[in-house]
């Protein structure tokens, strides 16, 4: 396994009108229970029979906000 990415979010999950971000497809799989193939299969709009209630994007969206702080 890969070292965790720390400052972006990769992939945007959508489920019941609800967004939830993730950093690694190993969260999703933890989270909703969707195997990795299938991950990548619904990222391409390739799925056809299951997991059709889910629609995941690849982003890339920072974790941490720059705020510039006046003294």
């Known amino acids: ?14 489920f019941n009108n ?3 971000r993730f950093k690694m ?14 991950i ?3 990222i391409k709009k390739k799925n056809k029979r299951k997991w059709t209630d889910y629609e995941i994007l ?3 969206e ?3 906000i720059r705020t510039e702080i006046a003294y």
């Open 1 to 14: 396994m890969r070292g965790k990415i720390e400052s972006y979010y990769n992939y945007l999950v959508i």
């Open 18 to 20: 609800e967004e939830f």
């Open 25 to 38: 497809t190993q969260e999703i799989t933890d989270k909703f229970g969707i195997p990795i193939n299938s």
């Open 40 to 42: 990548h299969h619904v």
């Open 58 to 60: 690849k982003i890339k």
């Open 62 to 64: 920072p974790v941490f």
